[in-house]
C-alpha cells in the first residue's frame, strides 16, 4: 500500500516537472525576438567574423592620433618645459645638436621631442612602454646599446626606477667617458641629493638645481662620467 502511494507521488512529481519545463520553453519562444536577415545584403554590409569586428569603430591612424595629441596645450607646455631645460645645459656645453643623446624613461616623448625641436639629430627615447614615433620600448635597467655610445643620457624620473641602482649603472655605461648624466627626481636637498649622488659610481657631481617641469617642481642633478 506505501509502495503504491509512493509510486503515485512520482508520477504526479514528474507530470508537475514535465508541465513546468513545457510552459516554461512556451514561454521563451513566445518572447524570443525574431530576427530578420536580409537575404541581399548590400556589398559593403558584411557578418562579424568575431566580436572585435561586431561593432563598428573610425580607424584613427597613428599620425592622426599624434598630432591630436601634440596640439594639446598640455603636451605643449611639457614640451617647452623640457626645452627650458635643456637649452640650460647646451649653454654650459654639456652638449651640442652634433651630439647622441639617450633619454631614459621618455614618458610619452616630452623630453624627446624638446630635443628634436631644438635641433638635435641623434635622439634615442626609451620606456617600458613604446609611444611610436618619439619613444621606443626597451627595459631601463637593461639598456639595448654599447658601452660609450652617448655622449648625454638623461632621465626626468629616476625615483621611479625599480632597482634605482641598477638604472645608474646602465646610464653610466652608455655614457663615453666625459659626457653627461642627468636625472630629475622629486624636488629635494641635503641628504636626498647626497644618496642620489651615491648611486653614480663613475662619476662626479657637477651641478644640482631645482627647476619646474611637466608642471611639477624637480630637482635636477649632473654628473660627468670619469674614466
Partial sequence: METTHMESFLNKLSFT?????????????????QIFINPNPKPHQKFPKSTCDFTHRTF??????????????SWIQTVHSFTIQFQSLQAQKFFSNNSRILVVSAGAGHPVMALNNMGVNDVSGIEVVESHPLVRRADPHNLPFFDKVFDFVFSPYLERA??????????????????ACVVAVEECGGK???EVVKLFK???????????????????????VVK
Fill in 60 to 73: 584613427t591612424t597613428i599620425n592622426k592620433h599624434n598630432r591630436r595629441i601634440w596640439s594639446t596645450k
Fill in 202 to 224: 663613475k662619476s662626479k657631481l657637477l651641478e644640482v638645481k631645482n627647476m619646474t617641469l611637466g608642471g611639477e617642481r624637480r630637482t635636477n642633478i649632473v654628473m660627468k
Fill in 17 to 33: 516537472s514535465i508541465t513546468i519545463a513545457t510552459l516554461t520553453l512556451l514561454l521563451l519562444y513566445l518572447k524570443t525576438p
Fill in 162 to 179: 625599480l632597482f634605482p641602482a641598477r638604472y645608474v649603472r646602465e646610464m653610466e655605461r652608455t655614457v663615453r667617458d666625459g659626457g
Fill in 192 to 194: 636626498e641629493v647626497e
